[in-house]
Every structure is written in C-alpha cells, then in structure tokens.
C-alpha cells in the first residue's frame, strides 16, 4: 500500500487545518490508518488511528476532543480534522497503515509497516 499525506501548513494558536492520507495500492481498503507525529530529536508520537471501515476510532490524550480522524473509503482517502491548534501540536504529521493492528499495539510507530512522507504542521504562539 502506498500512502501520501497531504495538507500540512503554517496555522496561529487556536486555528485549525485538515490533513489528508490518500491510501492507494491493493487491498488498501484493509488497513487501519494511524497518524503520528514527530519533533525532531524526539521519537514518533502517536496521535489517532481508525479501523477499516471507519466505525472505530482512537486518540492520543493530549488530541482528545480537539481532533478527529475520519475515512472516505470511496475516495481511499483518511482526513486528520485538527482544532483548537496549540504550538505544541507543531510537528511532522505522518500517516501509515497496517492490517492487523489491536488495542494492545495501535500506538506505537513500530507496529506499522507503511509510511506515507510526512507534512509539517506549525502553529505559532
């Protein structure tokens, strides 16, 4: 599977953007699509994750309630909806996709197999 992310940008505190993961390639319908991020000199942070259908979803506490994952499957396309944006949230945003992924497992990068380039996301103070 291939994964392509898109939509990252130069937001203030408070502002929102909306990250895209085109997911392309056979059987990419199967895969859980997770969003992590990255500063660097730090390790991949996980940020939220959704099934294969769409149905189920999971967040990172410090995105709680302030962003949303969403899934067009008739488009292949997974959306990261980012509110209420803080300067911490500035980062590498990258998507990456795996087909078995559990509750046990879903936050950490190494368990995905499938990375998209990353979009940087700054939000300034």
């Known amino acids: 599977v291939q994964l392509q992310a898109s939509g990252g940008g130069l937001v203030q505190t408070g502002g929102s953007l909306r990250l895209s993961c085109a997911v392309s390639?056979?059987?990419?319908?199967?895969?859980?699509i997770g969003w992590f991020r990255q500063v660097p000199g730090t390790d991949r942070e996980f940020v939220a994750v959704?099934?294969?259908?769409?149905?189920?979803?999971h967040y990172s506490d410090s995105v709680k309630g302030r962003f949303t994952i969403s899934r067009d499957t008739a488009k292949n396309t997974v959306y990261l909806q980012m509110d209420s944006l803080k300067p911490e949230d500035s980062g590498v945003y990258y998507c990456?996709?795996?087909?078995?992924?559990?509750?046990?497992?879903?936050?950490?990068?190494?368990?995905?197999?499938?990375w998209g380039q990353g979009t940087q996301v700054t939000v300034s103070s």
């Open positions: 959704i099934s294969r259908s769409g149905a189920n979803s």
């Open positions: 990456a996709g795996e087909i078995d992924i559990v509750l046990s497992t879903m936050r950490g990068p190494s368990n995905y197999h499938s």
């Open positions: 390639g056979r059987r990419s319908s199967m895969y859980y």
